[in-house]
């Protein structure tokens, strides 16, 4: 059974950082794009980064390039994101989600739970 | 980036009615070296991350009710609902993943029973 299990969310102030971690199972984790989808409270789905299977290809929302950091360890089935100089913007629910297809076409088949993140002050 | 807009953004349908929900692509999302359209649509019920519905905007994910059918081409799709049942209330997303990424969803469509 695929499971994807995001952690690392919380409260952080506006300019602070973050790591969040997903940490992915039941499948070849080195063979799937990997992919950080949020959802701010009461709002709709933005797509925010993602990563070839490799790692070595990596894409950014605009609205993140620069600030965010997206990573993987095919060793340790773990997608990361590294978030720095956080905008209140930034709050939001951020989903870990699989690509369905090992080619890396971009469609998304699982989706963890998600994780919290507030940037308040 | 590629636009994508869901309309209506919600709609009330009688359980056992037909539900439609159209996005529309700000520019096509046809890949012509494979003839495959580059568009999904997910179900997200509250509380609950997104779930595929459709991808290549015909094709059912596995284990998708056959109630859920997806058409369209180009620039205009259409998710539609048969014999709506309480279950199906959810807001209903598009998404593009033409080309490189960004990928981009449509602002969603919010599905009740009237």
């Known amino acids: 059974e695929v499971q994807l299990v995001e952690f690392g969310g919380g409260l952080v102030q506006p300019g602070g950082s973050l790591r969040l971690s997903c940490a992915a199972s039941?499948?070849?984790?080195?063979?799937?794009?990997m992919n950080w989808v949020r959802q701010a409270p009461g709002k709709g789905l933005q797509w925010v980064s993602g990563?070839?299977?490799?790692?070595?290809?990596?894409y950014y929302a605009g609205s993140v390039k620069g600030r965010f950091t997206i990573s993987r360890d095919n060793s340790k089935n773990t997608l990361h994101l590294e978030m720095s100089s956080l905008r209140v913007d930034d709050t939001a629910v951020y989903y870990c989600?699989?690509?369905?297809?090992?080619?890396?076409?971009?469609?998304?088949?699982?989706w963890g739970q998600g994780t919290l993140v507030t940037v308040s002050s | 980036d590629i636009v994508m807009t869901q309309s209506p953004d919600s709609l009330a349908v009688s359980l056992g009615g037909r539900a439609t929900i159209n996005c529309k692509s700000s520019?096509?999302?046809?890949?012509?070296?494979?003839?495959?359209?580059?568009l999904a649509w997910y179900q997200q019920k509250p509380g609950q991350p997104p779930k595929l519905l459709i991808y290549?905007?015909?094709t059912r994910e596995f284990g998708v009710s056959d109630r859920f059918s997806g058409s369209g081409s180009g620039t205009d799709f259409t998710l539609t609902i048969s014999r709506l049942q309480a279950e199906d209330v959810a807001v209903y997303y598009c998404?593009?993943?033409?080309?490189?990424?960004?990928?981009?969803f449509g602002q969603g469509t919010k599905l009740e029973i009237k």
């Open positions: 989600a699989k690509d369905r297809s090992t080619a890396g076409y971009g469609d998304l088949d699982y």
């Open positions: 039941g499948f070849t984790f080195s063979s799937y794009a």
């Open positions: 990563i070839n299977s490799r790692g070595v290809a990596t």
């Open positions: 520019q096509s999302v046809l890949y012509s070296s494979n003839n495959k359209n580059y």
């Open positions: 290549w905007a015909s």
């Open positions: 998404q593009q993943y033409y080309s490189d990424p960004p990928y981009t």
